[in-house]
């Protein structure tokens, strides 16, 4: 038996940023992670070794662009630079190849340099993207405050309107409805009505649409608003792969004095007398602590991992409830001889440094919804390609290339009797078929691969039906809404037991904040000289 001041369910990124966080006051922090490698959804893995290619390739097996944790300070607060962390800039942050023509617009992180690209392709959207950039950016200033705290019991338009008055910083004078309107509105609305050109529209929707809820949901407008953040963030990749990030997170634990288990599946928390007392893992292990932070999906945690028995009726039956969806979407992790060279751009400078997207028409990707709807996989997918080896050549360092291809509205729930097992191959080849459309050099250019359906992603991270967000991201499951009322401030009706989660606010993506905020919560309610031992 073990003993921990703070034990950690899950490896995963935003547990390990409450286990750093605590262990930088002092806490003995244990952390078991139930697969071989750590990192959770952010882990980088070594495949596809042969004689042709002794490295192998360094594939990330869940999210691998990081955005939102630069803007949050969580990298600087932990000096994971220290830790052995180098970030590369990806500039541009993202393109759009010209799906019928020549062209292709840029993101960068300056706006100038991103005006100057749209106005070769749209430039009827040159002063309506500085417009949006501007009302979205003042909106989310605010915004970010908000998902780096817990979030309170307050009505949020309230709390935006107080917001208003007070300091004026949202909406300029006179066009405080109109503001209201948009955020309120779905992110399709948003974008139909902000631009006019029908790259920029695919462009902005289809990024939009990685937050998850459909391009119709209510109060999805800000999906797309965020946008505004990228040129003051930017967004970078790890050097070595998205796994980097967590591999410096248990650095840093480990250099506190703490212990980083992986091969440790938890089977379920010690509850006595309504008190978190450690936990039991599927090995027969037991590991004693005074608190229990889970990272694992919040209907994991409460069913499976407490168990029924511990949770009163009325919050069991809203837990059940949450919205988890139906699926999210798939990827397939490429090892390829070369990098795409895209028919819209041949031998562009830019397009390889950050994301492409691949989405030709609102029509296209309503097309993919419409399959979605029904149970269908897409006949015609919207793509992400992710080509990280241009920027980052220790990825793969025998010639040769990765190429990562996201695709979304991937049902996990299959209509007609279908199996994700029965289908996956099918569907990666639909996948890999858009890249070779938009670039044909990729025909018989691919090496190996490896596929994440819906499934294999609820199989390998434990994320639930598939859903990479863990519950869907929509009004309703946001702020004090997330997961439930009754556990938006990161706390639990079992003493001592938190989540850290994305269950948690404010959600999904290699964001952090939910960790964050959850070591925040802890660090206010316990006093370690009373309640914990002797520290190192």
């Known amino acids: 038996m073990k003993k921990f001041d703070a034990l950690i369910i899950g490896s995963g990124h935003n547990g390990l940023i409450t286990g750093c966080y605590l262990a930088k006051e002092g806490y003995k922090v244990g952390v078991l992670e139930r697969r071989e490698t750590i990192g959770g959804a952010v882990c980088t893995e070594t495949m596809f070794k042969s004689e042709q290619n002794p490295h192998g390739f360094r594939m990330d097996v869940g999210s691998s662009v990081h955005i939102m944790i630069h803007q949050t300070g969580i990298i600087e607060d932990l000096k994971l630079t220290d830790y052995g962390l180098e970030y590369i800039e990806m500039d541009p942050i993202m393109s759009y190849p010209v799906p019928d023509g020549k062209g292709v617009i840029h ?11 749209i106005a070769k392709v749209a430039p009827e959207d040159v002063q309506n993207y500085r417009d949006f950039v501007e009302f979205w950016g003042r909106i989310n200033k605010g915004v970010l405050k908000a998902f780096m705290v817990p979030p309170t019991g307050k009505n949020i338009l309230s709390e935006m309107v107080k917001g208003q008055i007070r300091d004026g910083s949202m909406f300029k004078k006179g066009e405080q409805i109109d503001g209201l309107q948009k955020i309120l509105g779905s992110y399709g609305s948003v974008v139909k009505n902000a631009f006019e050109s029908p790259y920029m529209h695919a462009a902005l929707t289809w990024f939009a649409a990685q937050s998850g809820p459909l391009p119709d949901q209510s109060a999805t407008g800000d999906f797309v608003g965020w946008q505004s953040m990228l040129h003051q963030s930017g967004a970078k990749h790890p050097k070595g792969g998205s796994g980097m990030l967590t591999q410096a997170m248990k650095n840093l634990i480990e250099d506190y004095g703490g212990e980083v288990m992986p091969n440790q599946p938890v089977r379920s928390i010690e509850v006595e007398e309504g008190r978190a007392r450690g936990v039991i893992t599927e090995n027969e292990d037991y590991f004693e602590a005074d608190l229990v932070v889970s990272n694992a999906h919040v209907q994991t945690t409460m069913m499976k991992l407490v168990g029924k028995e511990h949770i009163e009726p009325s919050l069991l039956k809203k837990v059940e409830n949450i919205q988890v969806g139906n699926g999210f979407g798939m990827v397939i992790r490429c090892a ?18 950050g994301m492409q997207l691949l989405a030709p028409s609102i029509d296209y990707m309503n097309r993919a919804i419409g399959d979605y709807q029904k149970k269908l996989p897409p006949e015609d997918p919207a793509v992400l390609a992710m080509t990280f080896s241009k920027i980052d050549p220790d990825v793969a360092k025998d010639g040769n290339h990765t190429l990562f291809a996201w695709a979304q509205w991937h049902p996990y729930e299959l209509a007609n009797g279908m199996n994700w097992d029965d289908i996956r191959e099918r569907e990666a080849d639909k996948i890999y078929g858009v890249v070779e459309r938009y670039a044909p050099n990729m025909k018989g250019k691919l090496i190996d691969r490896y596929i994440q359906s819906p499934l294999d992603i609820e199989r390998k991270h434990g994320l639930l039906r598939g859903n990479v967000m863990h519950v869907e991201m929509n009004f309703d499951q946001m702020f004090m809404f997330r997961p439930t009322p009754e556990l938006s ?6 003493k001592n037991l938190y989540l850290s989660s994305a269950s948690c606010h ?11 905020n959850a070591a925040q919560v802890i660090l206010k309610k316990h006093n370690r000289s009373t309640i914990f031992g002797a520290r190192r």
């Open 107 to 117: 993101f960068f992180k300056d706006l100038e340099r991103t005006v100057e690209s």
């Open 336 to 353: 390829v001889e070369e990098l795409p060279e895209y028919t819209a751009c041949p031998g562009d400078p830019h397009v390889h440094n």
């Open 489 to 494: 401030q990161y706390e639990t009706p079992v």
């Open 506 to 516: 404010p959600g999904g993506g290699v964001f952090g904040a939910a960790g964050h």
